[in-house]
């Protein structure tokens, strides 16, 4: 009967030191013209989808303490890779066009990129 007793004890607290190790992210998706992405795929590093935003582009998955990066994929965008602090709960991310600089030098999309970014920080501030 100590046994059992013992087993249970040590199984129960086991349980709860799992349960422990994880974290909750919460957030939301737009895109650079500040339209919802819904249905987002949310992929851990392994590339194994986790979870996908709700019609109104918001997000809360469960993730293990270890879990650090995080990738986000939409058809048409190109894929936004965050890599997340001990103390994230919250994350917002804007997702770009893939195709909209196609035939343009490097240095201008990248100049043309901060000025978008930049507006949309304007917007969400």
Known sequence: ?????????VLYFSICNLHCQ???IKGRIINEQFEFMPM????????????????NSFFEIVIPDSENK?????TGLEPSKIELTDNC?????????SG???FISLRKVDRLRK?????CKNYIN
Not at 1 to 9: A, E, R, V, Y
Request: aromatic fraction near 4%.
């Open 1 to 9: 009967m100590k046994k059992i007793l013992i087993k249970c004890i």
């Open 115 to 119: 000025k978008d970014l930049k507006n």
């Open 100 to 102: 909209t600089h196609d």
């Open 22 to 24: 994880s974290k909750t």
């Open 89 to 97: 709960e919250e994350a917002e991310i804007i997702m770009i066009s």
């Open 40 to 55: 987002t795929s949310i992929l851990n590093n392994l590339n194994v989808e986790i979870g996908k935003t709700d019609m």
């Open 70 to 74: 995080l990738l986000f994929r939409f």
